[in-house]
């Protein structure tokens, strides 16, 4: 079971992180992976890494906020690949202030990084899918779309609207072969959370906070994934699928 061999799988924001581990995991299932971020140099070296495990890995650079870059990119690639039958849409970013002095504009650069830019890539990569009548399509969604936090507005709005897209998108594409669903991850320690999982005041609340007692791992997610990336999960569309060490299922 969820043997990926013949497979290909674009992983947007790979080059460290959930994204990278995605990668390691869905190439160790024998998926054809390439990995996207945008410093050339950072995903050159997350490449190597990946070949030494024996995956077959491509680095494709591009901004997914540049949309025509982005677009162009992925058509470059097709000519080489051929196809796309998995769309980890995964690259995300945060800004954290207080709600009252929040500039507008870190609002509209979150939000449309994580969410304009991936409706516009998803859309163009889903028509590419519609048209061989196969696909998986799996975006990263956050528990902070099911509860709140403070200093994270513009997260939270992005995040949340993603949860909605999947819903949609599922009743969209049904007809179409491809499956479209959401990890929403609850606390794992990557670069996007350093200032968290650095201050000890945050690491105890974690602690206490968290069911299973720590923090979750990017390989954590990628397990989930490959479940939701394989052919298998073929009944399975429209969902969240909640990795958070049960954050969300407990006060
Ligand atoms: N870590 C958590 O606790 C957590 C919890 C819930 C949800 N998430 C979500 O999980 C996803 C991955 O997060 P992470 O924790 O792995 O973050 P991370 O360690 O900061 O990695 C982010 C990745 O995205 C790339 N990236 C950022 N902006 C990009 C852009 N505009 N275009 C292309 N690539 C871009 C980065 O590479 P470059 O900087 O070189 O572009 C990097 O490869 C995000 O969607 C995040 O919101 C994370």
Redesign the pocket.
């Given at each position: 079971m969820f043997d990926l061999s013949g497979q290909v799988a674009l992983i947007?924001?790979?080059?460290?992180?959930?994204?990278?581990a995605a990668a390691q995991a869905l190439g160790l299932q024998g998926a054809t992976v390439v990995i996207?971020?945008?410093?050339a140099v950072?995903?050159d070296e997350a490449r190597q890494r990946l070949q030494h495990l024996g995956i077959h890995a491509i680095a494709l650079p591009?901004?997914?906020?540049d949309i025509d870059q982005?677009i162009n990119s992925v058509d470059e690639i097709l000519k080489t690949v051929g196809k796309i039958d998995i769309f980890f849409s995964?690259?995300?970013?945060?800004h954290r202030e207080k709600l009252l002095s929040f500039p507008l504009s870190e609002f509209e650069r979150v939000v449309f990084?994580?969410l304009t830019?991936q409706w516009a890539l998803g859309r163009h990569i889903a028509s590419g899918m519609d048209a061989r009548g196969y696909g998986r399509i799996i975006f990263?969604?956050?528990?902070?779309a099911l509860l709140g936090r403070r200093e994270i507005t513009a997260?939270t709005a992005a995040?949340a609207a993603m949860h909605g897209l999947v819903k949609q998108w599922a009743t969209e594409l049904a007809g179409s072969g491809i499956t479209v669903n959401a990890i929403?991850?609850?606390?794992?320690?990557?670069?996007?959370?350093t200032k968290l999982w650095q201050d000890p005041a945050f690491n105890s609340w974690l602690e206490n906070r968290v069911p299973l007692g720590k923090w979750?791992e990017?390989d954590d997610?990628a397990s989930a994934l490959v479940f939701l990336a394989a052919r298998e999960s073929q009944f399975v569309t429209g969902q969240v699928l909640v990795v958070d060490g049960g954050l969300s299922s407990s006060m």
């Open positions: 947007t924001g790979s080059s460290r992180g959930i994204g990278l996207n971020g945008r410093s950072l995903l591009f901004d997914i906020t982005a995964n690259a995300g970013i945060q990084a994580n830019a990263t969604g956050s528990i902070t997260y995040k929403a991850p609850g606390y794992i320690k990557t670069e996007l959370t979750g990017p997610i």
